[in-house]
DNA sequence: AGTGCGGCCTGTCCGC
DNA sequence: TGCGGACAGGCCGCAC
């Protein structure tokens, strides 16, 4: 399940192989994704040069240009199932291996995705103005997410902070694993109304995410080779979680029994000994 | 405006 | 062993 230190992982991974290449040919086998393929993508990318892969939230942007002139964006979102990879261009493709982007140098970045969650779109001009990208809140890697941001945007917000922290318009690239993580690393219950978190524990709160993905895009870093030796799946890294998949287990800091709630519709594993 | 929830999908796991 | 059902996940878009 791609987070956005997955997703990172991967951008880093293609660069080297992506970048500066002209695009051949544009093969869709599936355009039903979260939502379809864009018709003519195919005649609109041919020919362009991957200038630069960005990354904005958990979407990747490959900005592309036609005789050195900006020709738009690719838009690719991996969902939860989604992965990215730098293969041969004559690797036979497998069951849901939706996408390939046909590269003049010989490869080809094929986009797999089983659950078909993800999306692949093109954009003409502004892509941070797009209404995907526009109301999304700061990177949480950024000076901009700090506990003056959050405490903000918490002021009179009832719902559970767990909630708050993954809401893409308060800051993005926190899913359930990572709000898992960070909050118990912050000691914060993920039930606690956001409007009802101290000032200093925003602080804290904000370090602990940070920490939390920084350590996961590092860990990330130790497995990019598998996701261009064009073998097997794309070696999604393990990261040691304290909490998340966890019930039942001892606390790392006090030994309680790690407990499991559903709060809005998702799993939630917390301390309640040591996360108030 | 903020909040909660349904829906999109398939692979995996569990119990019968 | 085979089968059905629950579940996992991000996140848009809707209803209240």
């Not at 094929?110 to 103005?129: E, S």
């Not at 393990?238 to 709060?263: F, M, N, S, T």
Request: proline fraction near 7%; charge should be positive.
């Amino acid at each position: 399940m791609p987070e956005l230190p997955e997703v990172e992982t991967t951008r880093r991974a293609l660069l080297p192989y992506v970048r500066g290449e002209r695009i051949a040919a544009l093969l869709v086998r599936e355009r039903r994704l979260r939502w379809p393929v864009p018709a003519g993508l195919e005649a609109r990318t041919a020919g362009c040069v991957v200038a630069a892969i960005e990354r904005r939230a958990k979407y990747l942007l490959l900005r592309l240009t036609r005789n050195g002139a900006a020709a738009g964006t690719l838009l690719c979102h991996l969902g939860m199932s989604g992965s990215l990879r730098v293969v041969r261009a004559t690797e036979p493709p497998r069951l849901h291996d939706h996408v390939d982007l046909q590269l003049g140098n010989g490869r080809c970045l094929r986009l797999r995705d089983p659950r078909r969650f993800g999306c692949l779109l093109f954009i003409a001009g502004d892509p941070h103005a797009h209404p995907l990208l526009r109301g999304l809140g700061p990177e949480p890697l950024s000076a901009a997410f700090d506990g003056a941001h959050l405490a903000g945007l918490a002021r009179g917000r009832s719902a559970p902070v767990k909630s708050f922290l993954m809401d893409g318009g308060v800051v993005v690239g926190v899913g359930n694993i990572y709000a898992n993580e960070s909050l118990w690393r912050a000691g914060l219950h993920p039930r606690r109304p956001a409007g009802r978190v101290a000032r200093a524990r925003w602080d804290r709160l904000a370090n602990c995410v940070k920490e939390v993905l920084a350590a996961a895009i590092e860990k990330g870093g130790t497995t990019l080779r598998d996701f261009v030796r064009g073998d097997g799946e794309p070696g999604y890294f393990k990261i040691e979680l304290a909490v998340y998949d966890h019930a039942g287990d001892p606390c790392p800091r006090c030994r309680q029994p790690i407990r499991v709630e559903r709060i809005g519709q998702r799993s939630s594993f917390f301390c309640v000994s040591c996360q108030r």
